[in-house]
């Protein structure tokens, strides 16, 4: 997985990269009571905001980490919000990618960065 300054994790499945937020992230927000996703079909460029999220302490916008066409979203974190905060790196994903550039992807953080960047 890599990992954003903006707390942002992608996972390359295939030619397609999921993203989602990390479990810092959620934890900062603290409970998330609401999402707002993409719609499938949608030309994002980087740092394009794609998702809105509010928490009880406060809302969010969600960038795009990468260019692409985003392919899925995760609709179960729409209905439960509250997915986000439970496994934030699993069943929280917001939405899939298909990159137009995976090489954006080359100076993100890897686990251990991103460890050190949160400390």
Excluded: C
């Excluded at 989602?20 to 998330?32: K, R, S």
């Excluded at 609401?34 to 719609?39: A, G, S, T, Y």
């Excluded at 809105?52 to 916008?61: F, H, L, N, R």
């Amino acid at each position: 997985m890599k990992y954003t300054e903006e707390h942002e994790w992608l996972r390359v499945e295939g030619d397609e990269v999921v993203v989602g937020i990390t479990e810092h992230a959620a934890n900062e927000l603290g409970d998330i009571v609401f999402v707002e996703l993409p719609e499938i079909g949608t030309a994002v460029v980087k740092d394009d905001e794609v998702v809105v999220i509010e928490s009880v302490k406060a809302a969010s916008e969600i960038l795009a980490p990468i260019d692409g066409e985003i392919t899925a979203v995760n609709e179960a974190v729409a209905d439960e919000p509250g997915k986000i905060n439970e496994d934030a790196t699993g069943e929280g994903w917001f939405f899939r990618i298909k990159p137009s550039d995976p090489s954006q992807m080359d100076d993100m953080m890897d686990e251990a960065a991103y460890k050190a960047f949160i400390a």
